[in-house]
């Protein structure tokens, strides 16, 4: 479906972009793309973690426009009910529901000392406390999901809004060079490897704009 619009910020460091993105692609949701201007203070101070902005992500559709990355998610499950976008069942859907609200509202330390930035590596990268505990628990999460629902993603067989939601935290993981194994290892390259997340990639390593801020050397 053509005319729908979503403004973004940066490809390579907005993890909530990045979802709303995935949310769309998982609807099948042809979308514009508008990216806001790195110049504008809000969408920076957005970008460094110092406040949040209702500019981005926005979705434009059908006359409605929905910002913030949860309201966007839920527009599109109910503008779209036969996609798929969360699990039939109740109890796997509530529990979709929960742990994206879990990674909506939460993690903060991890936020703070992983910021996205797909064009970075950083081999032997020190996680410092703070953090540690925050992914200890999105392993906590992507374990229980893989062993009640069988994988390969986190409800299933197909991806849902929820692997959308945690994909960022893939892309940090191998930014900082986060050690994982088994089944964390298996998903973190399934969600790298997932045709959209590489479109998404590609793009985000061909934009030009750099925040000297979020590429100092860790």
């Known amino acids: 479906m053509a005319g729908a619009k979503l403004t973004i910020s940066s490809r390579n460091y907005s993890s909530w972009s990045l979802r709303a993105w995935l949310f769309c692609q998982l609807a099948e949701l042809e979308v514009e793309v508008e990216s806001v201007p790195m110049d504008d203070a809000n969408n920076r101070a957005e970008l460094l973690l110092l406040s949040p902005t209702v500019m981005t992500p926005r979705l434009d559709h059908n006359g409605a426009s929905i910002w913030d990355t949860f309201a966007i998610a839920e527009y599109l499950e109910e503008e779209f009910p036969d996609k798929g976008l969360l699990p039939l069942d109740k109890r796997p859907r509530s529990h979709a529901r929960s742990i994206m609200g879990e990674m909506h509202g939460g993690f903060y330390n991890m936020r703070s000392a992983l910021p996205m930035n797909i064009r970075a590596r950083y081999p032997g990268f020190r996680v410092f406390t703070g953090a540690k505990g925050d992914i200890r628990r999105v392993l906590t999460i992507w374990g229980e999901c893989l062993d ?68 100092i050397e860790f």
Do not use: H, N
């Open 148 to 215: 009640q629902y069988g994988g390969p993603f986190l409800f299933g067989k197909t991806p849902t809004l929820a692997d959308a939601m945690y994909a960022p935290v893939c892309s940090r993981f191998v930014t900082y060079d986060v050690s994982l194994d088994g089944k964390a290892a298996e998903y973190r390259d399934r969600i790298m490897d997932w045709k959209p997340m590489r479109t998404w990639i590609g793009d985000a390593k061909a934009e030009p704009i750099e925040i000297e801020e979020l590429d």
